[in-house]
C-alpha cells in the first residue's frame, strides 16, 4: 500500500462523529491556537467538576507550566462521583476478564464503593495527601481502584510494570520514597503465574521508606508475609466504612509519577499532575475514539505502561465509558484471544499496537476469521510506527474496510495524545499520524529550531506547553529542563525525528536519542549497557536497537569481556538471564555478539551509530525498515549527539 494512498471517513461514519469534517477539526485547532485560555478554560468548565475554580487558566514560567492554577478538583471524583447522579450509575465502568476466563463486570456505583473503601483501608494506614505509592500488580480490577484510591486522598501513585525485576521496583521505589507498596500474590500470564509478591520481598531490604505492603489475593500462591509490614487487602478491607470524600486537591497536585527509559542508565520518575492530565486524556477520548455513551472500549495496553493510565482508567472513566481490561497474554491459551473478547463483549472500540497486529498477522487470518466482530466501529494504534502490511491486515482483516484507523503519536511525558486523527474528520494516510490536535503546535525543525520544509526531515518539537504535558522529573527538575527544553531553548523536544507532507501530514521517523522502541515499550540503551557492566565478566557493553519483524526493535548488545576463560554461548545465555534480572524479562537481547573492542571517538564515546549500521544491514527485513527510514534516524542522531 503506497503511502500516498488516502482514506477520508465514509459519510455514515461522519454524519454520527463528534467531529465533522476537516471544517470542524479545523475550528477547533485555530480555535485552540488563537486564544488557548478560553478554549481550554471552556472545555474544563464544561467536561469536569471543580471543588473551587481556577484563578488562571495557564501560568509559564519556562520550562515549568501550571493550568487551572488555583482551582481545586479531584481526579476520582471525576472519573466515579460525578456519574453516580446519572443514568451511569449502573452502567459497567470496567469490564475485566481473567487470563484463567473468569469475569466481574463492575458499575460505577460499585467502583465508587470499592475505591472508597480501599481509600479508608490507606486512611487507616496513616497515608495521606502528599505521601507515595507503589503499585505492583497485575491487570486485575484492585490495579485501577488502587489507583483511583490514591487519586482521591492525593496520594501520588506510580505503577510499576508487572514485568520488571526486583531491581527495577527497588530503584522505583528508592526515587519515589515510597510509604506503601500495594501488590498481589501474583498475576497470570500464558498460564503461569508470574510471582509480584516474590519480587517486592527481594527489593524492600533496601527501601527504607516503605512501613506497609498491602497484597491482593489473585493467584492463591504460597507468599511470606512478613509480620506488622505486610497485609492481606481482604483483612484491611473488613468492616471498612463505604463513605470517604474525595479530597479537593490543587490543580496541579502530582496525581502519578511513571518511570521511563531515558538517555542515561537512569530511568526518570515523569510527573503527571491533575487538572490539566484529565482535561487532556479526558478531551482526546472524545476527539479520537469519538467515543458514544453506549460503546464498549478496549485498549489493549498494560496498566503499567502510560497508554494504559491514560486510556484504561482516567479518560475512558472521567467520560462515563465502558472499558475493557483483560489479564493475561492475548495469544493465551490460543491465538485467537482478543477476537474471542472482541465476539464476546461486543467490543466497539479497540486500541493496540503494531507489535500485536504483526504477532497477529504471523499466527494466521483463521484465528480472528472464526469470530463475529462486525461490533467493531473504530481501530487505534499506539506506540511505535505502524508499518503499511500491518496497517493493511488491521483494516482489512479486523476492520473488515469498515473501521477507520486512529494511529496516534505521544509519549509518557505528553500525557495523552498529540498527533491524531479525528476519525470523522481527518482523512487518513496509512503510517501517519496526520494532524496535531487542538492546543498542540507541533513543528519539524532543524536544530536552530528553524520550520524544515514539506517532506524533509528533522526534529519533532511542540512550541508551547499544553494541559497534559509532564511537569517536571520527579526530584528533579534539572535533568527535565536539560532533557526536554534546552537542546532549543524554549521548545519541547519529542526525541523523535519526524517529517511533515505537503498535506501538513507527520510522519514518524524513530528516535533520534539513545533510546529503543521494543513492542512499543521504551527501552534506554545506556540503561541496559550499566546492566551489561555489573556483570562480573563484562568489561565494556554497547547496545543498539536492531530492526525486528514483529516488535519493531530488538535489544542487540556488543560486549567485551574481561580476562578469562569464557564460554561464549554460556555467557550470552547467562548475561539475558542477568538482564531478565536488572530490568525485567521484556529487555532481553535478542542478539550479543562478544568483541574485542568497542568502536569509539577520539573522545572516548562509543559510535553507536556504527554498530547500528552493522545490526541494521545484516538483517534488512522488509517493511519496518522502510517505514523507520533508519539512515535518516542515524544522520539525524548523530548531528544531535555532536553538537
Ligand atoms: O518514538 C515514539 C514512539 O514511542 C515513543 C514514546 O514511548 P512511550 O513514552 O513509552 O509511550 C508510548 C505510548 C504513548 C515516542 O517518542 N511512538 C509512540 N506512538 C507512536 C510512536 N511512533 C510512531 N507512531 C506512533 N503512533
Redesign the pocket.
Known amino acids: 500500500m503506497a503511502q500516498s494512498n488516502v482514506f477520508p471517513p465514509s459519510p455514515e461514519f461522519v454524519k454520527r462523529a463528534r467531529v465533522q469534517g476537516m471544517e470542524g477539526y479545523r475550528a477547533l485547532y485555530r480555535r485552540a491556537a488563537e486564544k488557548p485560555e478560553e478554549f481550554w478554560g471552556e472545555l474544563a468548565e464544561k467536561e469536569l467538576f471543580f471543588f473551587q475554580k481556577w484563578s488562571h487558566v495557564f501560568e509559564w514560567h519556562p520550562p515549568f507550566a501550571k493550568w487551572f492554577a488555583g482551582g481545586k478538583t479531584n481526579v476520582a471524583y471525576n472519573c466515579l462521583d460525578r456519574h453516580l447522579a446519572t443514568h451511569r450509575k449502573n452502567k459497567v465502568a470496567i469490564l475485566w476478564e481473567g487470563e484463567p476466563g473468569d469475569q466481574r463486570l463492575i458499575s460505577y456505583q460499585e467502583l465508587h464503593r470499592l475505591v472508597c473503601r480501599f481509600a479508608n483501608v490507606l486512611k487507616a494506614r496513616g497515608l495521606k495527601t502528599g505521601d507515595r505509592a507503589i503499585i505492583y500488580m497485575g491487570m486485575v480490577p484492585e490495579l485501577p481502584i488502587a489507583m483511583l484510591a490514591c487519586a482521591r486522598l492525593g496520594i501520588t501513585h506510580s505503577v510499576v510494570f508487572g514485568g520488571f525485576s526486583a531491581e527495577a521496583l527497588k530503584t522505583r521505589i528508592q526515587d519515589l520514597e515510597a510509604q506503601i507498596v500495594i501488590a498481589a500474590d501474583g498475576a497470570w500470564r500464558r498460564g503461569r503465574e508470574v510471582r509480584l509478591k516474590d519480587a517486592v520481598d527481594e527489593a524492600l531490604p533496601d527501601c527504607p521508606s516503605v512501613r506497609d505492603v498491602v497484597v491482593l489475593e489473585r493467584t492463591g500462591g504460597a507468599v511470606h508475609m512478613k509480620d506488622g509490614r505486610d497485609h492481606w487487602w481482604h483483612e484491611l478491607d473488613e468492616g471498612v466504612s463505604e463513605h470517604c470524600p474525595a479530597e479537593p486537591l490543587d490543580s496541579e497536585h502530582p496525581l502519578f509519577a511513571l518511570y521511563?527509559s531515558g538517555t542515561t542508565g537512569k530511568p526518570k520518575g515523569i510527573v503527571h499532575t491533575t487538572a490539566g492530565y484529565l482535561i487532556h486524556v479526558h478531551m482526546t477520548v472524545q476527539w479520537v475514539f469519538d467515543l458514544r455513551e453506549e460503546d464498549t472500549f478496549w485498549c489493549s495496553a498494560d496498566i503499567g505502561?502510560?497508554?494504559g493510565h491514560s486510556y484504561i482508567v482516567y479518560g475512558p472513566l472521567s467520560n462515563g465509558a465502558t472499558s475493557v481490561m483483560y489479564e493475561g497474554s492475548p495469544d493465551y491459551p490460543q491465538p485467537d484471544r482478543m477476537w474471542r473478547l472482541i465476539e464476546k463483549h461486543r467490543v466497539n472500540i479497540l486500541y493496540t499496537s503494531p507489535t500485536a497486529i504483526r504477532a497477529f498477522i504471523r499466527h494466521g487470518d483463521q484465528w480472528p476469521n472464526a469470530h463475529d466482530m462486525s461490533s467493531l466501529r473504530l481501530l487505534g494504534?499506539?506506540?511505535?510506527?505502524?508499518n503499511p502490511a500491518a496497517w493493511e491486515w488491521y483494516y482489512k482483516t479486523i476492520g473488515k474496510e469498515r473501521c477507520p484507523i486512529v494511529?496516534?503519536?505521544?509519549?509518557?511525558?505528553t500525557g495523552g495524545m498529540m498527533i491524531a486523527p479525528m476519525p470523522g474528520a481527518v482523512p487518513l494516510k496509512p503510517g501517519s499520524?496526520t494532524l496535531p490536535m487542538p492546543g498542540v503546535v507541533a513543528d519539524v525543525v532543524d536544530l536552530e529550531g528553524q520550520p524544515a520544509p514539506a517532506n524533509r526531515e528533522g526534529f519533532l518539537i511542540v512550541r508551547r506547553p499544553w494541559p497534559g504535558i509532564a511537569r517536571t522529573i520527579w526530584r528533579d527538575p534539572e535533568r527535565y529542563r536539560q532533557q526536554y527544553w534546552e537542546r532549543i531553548p524554549g521548545v519541547y523536544m519529542?526525541?523523535?525525528a519526524a517529517r511533515r507532507d505537503e498535506d501538513g501530514y507527520y510522519w514518524?521517523l524513530?528516535?533520534v536519542d539513545d533510546v529503543m522502541?521494543v513492542s512499543?515499550?521504551?527501552l534506554s540503551t545506556m540503561e541496559l549497557e550499566s546492566a551489561l557492566v555489573r556483570h562480573p565478566a563484562v568489561a565494556e557493553a554497547a547496545v543498539v536497537g536492531k530492526p525486528h519483524e514483529i516488535t519493531g526493535q530488538a535489544v542487540a548488545c556488543f560486549v567485551t569481556l574481561k580476562k578469562g576463560d569464557w564460554n561464549h554461548d554460556e555467557l550470552a545465555e547467562d548475561l539475558r538471564k542477568w538482564v531478565a534480572h536488572e530490568i525485567g524479562s521484556f529487555a532481553k537481547p535478542e542478539q550479543i555478539r562478544f568483541t574485542d573492542a568497542l568502536p569509539k571517538t577520539r573522545s572516548g564515546k562509543i559510535m553507536r551509530r556504527l554498530l547500528r549500521e552493522i545490526v541494521t544491514s545484516n538483517a534488512v527485513t522488509g517493511d519496518v525498515t522502510t517505514l523507520e527510514d533508519l539512515s535518516v534516524v542515524t544522520r539525524l542522531a548523530s548531528q544531535h549527539d555532536e553538537e
Open positions: 521511563t505502561w502510560v497508554t494504534s499506539v506506540g511505535e510506527p505502524i494511529d496516534t503519536w505521544w509519549q509518557t511525558e499520524g519529542t526525541g523523535d514518524i524513530g528516535r522502541n512499543g515499550h521504551r
